[in-house]
Nanobody, 115 residues
Framework: QVQLVESGGGLVQPGGSLRLSCVTSGFTFSDRWMYWVRQAPGKEIEWVSTIYNYRGYTYYADSVKGRFTVSSDNGKSTLYLQMDNLKSEDTAVYYC????????RGQGTQVTVSS
């Protein structure tokens, strides 16, 4: 049974940082492409970042490039997203996912950026 469990969200001021984690199980993590996607209130799911665990290739949406860093620990089957210099427009529920559209995703973790 595939499980994706996100954590690490919260309330942070603009310019602050958060680190999200996603613990996975039920599939072979180390050779997969994994994704972070987000959904702001009233908006569709938006792709944020991709990592290819086998090679360590990483990709980012233009809106987060230079501020967010995706990484993974294959031994722990865990995906991470380090988010720095957060902006109000980053406010959303963040999901880790096994596909870019977020069809196979966890329950999400809320990130709120506000002063």
């Amino acid at each position: 049974q595939v499980q994706l469990v996100e954590s690490g969200g919260g309330l942070v001021q603009p310019g602050g940082s958060l680190r999200l984690s996603c613990v996975t199980s039920g599939f072979t993590f180390s050779d997969r492409w994994m994704y972070w996607v987000r959904q702001a209130p009233g908006k569709e799911i938006e792709w944020v970042s991709t990592i290819y665990n086998y090679r360590g290739y990483t990709y980012y949406a233009d809106s987060v490039k230079g501020r967010f860093t995706v990484s993974s620990d294959n031994g722990k089957s865990t995906l991470y997203l380090q988010m720095d210099n957060l902006k109000s427009e980053d406010t959303a529920v963040y999901y880790c996912a096994r596909d870019r559209l977020g069809n196979s995703r966890g329950q999400g973790t809320q990130v709120t950026v506000s002063s």
